[in-house]
């Protein structure tokens, strides 16, 4: 699914300086698995760069390890927003590193964020950036420190609910934001000497440094506008997308000679048409709308600005069920791909009540150059959460095969390319007299199934696999959401989940990695033998 003719097709017609790839909903995870997949076939038709919903002068540190400049990172505070502690994250920077090892500095594919270091609740303080900066300068501002005070006032909770608590409107601000544009001049003036004596690629950290820190001053005093609720928050997020739209725009330019930049974030960043937002928050109810990064940017770029708007179909573990009938998700299909956008005059936005959520609607369809879509059929989001994992690669048996319908839609990942002996399955129907005890036969109904080995048997059931067959006989082998024994082959170690939910997400995620990467371990064994 990584790469098909129709972003093909895209990329060939269209020659973009900026590939943009959207996520509908930041909870699941099989988009930022599905980006890596899709960035090591980018590879090959030229991109260099890929650039995240992170914060850009932290990321600087992270480039810095991908490009093999420094031997560690801590992704924690390289990458902002919480990213950086998700497994598609480091499986992203893992990949980079080793993808940019043997290449010469021009052909390594860079990192970037794009964000500012700031969100809705807060934002930190622009004195660690501006002290920095003023190293690197060697210029006194003795006036930096009192100006900037006490740190934890910048980042007060209390400041997103009291704009008079906020110091972003206040003479030391003011102040703050003159001295920070006067170093940022400096850079620009003393650029022979600073690159001479460091380095471009010092320079050009301090030159983002300097945008950071005078967009984090426009953001500080953003929040400190009175307003409604809904009007400071629109008016962060547009402050926020401006800034995004910036960095995009810097990012563009400074890798247009390397080769073209793909951009992952959410849609509402992304999309063409202004972005919208209502929700109930804190005890409130919300509305605002905005101009996102995506509809700054695209008019600037023109048909060099290519857009892939996410859609998510159906995904059990984080408890979207099917799309109603007539809604943009179900016309896509139950299949996972990158489709044209759907057309009818029929077709309309999908209800749903799951938070963070947002569903394609009539402007993104008709603004968007194409669709990622995670399809609707029962199974469809594991799988693509299986399939991005680093290495995998996966068989299904297409339906009307010579294969006996039963195993028709099935899928088996492997750990290579041999494809010799899966770690992990997915079923949609019972094996007649065989294994018939999930009752797939139902509709909806399908099995994931983990090869988790003899002693995580033992640890997670209690039993060791050879004595599966004293306990079957008190396990509802139908019940949904539940790990439990593989009804068929728990004694070779195998675990199953009918239906798998929110109750089994984050261990069916561990356990598939860990069943992943115990495949790759055999998978090189046996290469080595070979």
Request: proline share 8%; with cysteine; aromatic share 8%.
């Amino acid at each position: 699914m990584a790469f098909d003719t129709v972003l093909q097709s895209l990329i060939a017609a269209r020659r973009p300086h900026l590939l943009a790839i959207g996520e509908p909903y930041h909870g699941e995870p099989a988009f930022p698995r599905l980006r890596n997949r899709i960035l090591e076939t980018l590879a090959g038709y030229g991109f260099r760069s890929i650039a995240i919903e992170s914060d850009r002068a932290a990321g600087l540190a992270v480039d810095d390890y991908v490009q093999g400049r420094r031997d560690d990172v801590d992704l924690t505070s390289g990458i902002s927003h919480g990213w950086g502690t998700h497994p598609a994250t480091g499986e992203l920077i893992d990949w980079l590193r080793a993808h940019n090892d043997t290449l010469p500095p021009g052909e390594r594919i860079a990192f970037h964020g794009f964000d500012a270091p700031t969100e809705i609740t807060g934002a930190p303080s622009p004195g660690p950036i501006l002290r920095e900066l003023r190293e690197y300068l060697g210029r006194p501002a003795p006036d930096l420190d009192r100006l900037v005070g006490d740190e934890g006032r910048w980042s007060a909770e209390d400041i997103m609910f009291d704009a008079t608590r906020s110091p972003g409107r206040s003479p030391e601000a003011a102040a703050l934001r003159g001295l920070a544009e006067d170093l940022r001049t400096q850079l620009y003036a003393d650029a022979p000497r600073l690159i001479k004596e460091t380095s471009t690629q010092s320079w050009h950290r301090a030159r983002v440094l300097a945008t950071t820190a005078i967009g984090l001053l426009a953001y500080h005093g953003a929040m400190a506008e009175p307003g409604t609720q809904s009007q400071r928050i629109g008016r962060l997020l547009a402050v926020r997308d401006a800034l995004m739209a910036q960095n995009l725009l810097d990012i563009v330019a400074h890798e247009r000679d390397r080769g073209p930049t793909l951009v992952f974030a959410n849609n509402a960043h992304l999309q063409r048409h202004r972005s919208r937002w209502d929700t109930h928050w804190e005890g409130q109810d919300l509305a605002a709308q905005w101009n996102g990064a995506g509809s700054i940017v695209s008019p600037l770029l023109g048909e060099r600005y290519v857009y892939v708007a996410g859609s998510l179909g159906a995904s059990g573990p984080v408890g979207l069920g099917q799309p109603e009938p007539g809604t943009y998700e179900e016309r896509l299909g139950p299949q996972t791909g990158i489709f044209p956008p759907p057309v009818g005059s029929d077709l309309r936005e999908r209800v749903t009540e799951l938070l963070g959520y947002f569903p394609l609607d009539t402007d993104t369809v008709e603004t968007c150059d194409a669709i990622l879509h995670i399809g609707s059929e029962p199974g469809a989001a594991d799988a693509a959460r299986i399939a991005g994992l680093p290495g995998v690669t996966e068989t299904r048996i297409q339906p009307g095969s010579d294969m006996p319908p039963y195993t028709w839609g099935d899928r088996f990942f492997f750990a290579g390319a041999d494809r010799m002996r899966p770690f992990a399955t997915i079923v949609g129907h019972d094996v007649p007299d065989f294994d018939e005890r999930s009752r797939l036969a139902e509709p909806g109904r399908y099995r994931l199934n983990i090869e988790v080995g003899r002693a995580e048997f033992r640890n997670l059931f209690g039993y060791g696999p050879e004595e599966f067959a004293a306990h079957s006989d008190g396990l509802d082998f139908a019940e949904t959401d539940q790990l439990m024994p593989h009804p068929a082959y728990a004694t070779q170690g195998w675990a199953s989940v009918v239906n798998p939910g929110p109750a089994t997400a984050a261990e069916v995620t561990r356990l598939v990695a860990q069943a992943r990467d115990r495949s790759a371990d055999r998978e090189r064994r046996s290469s080595r033998r070979r």
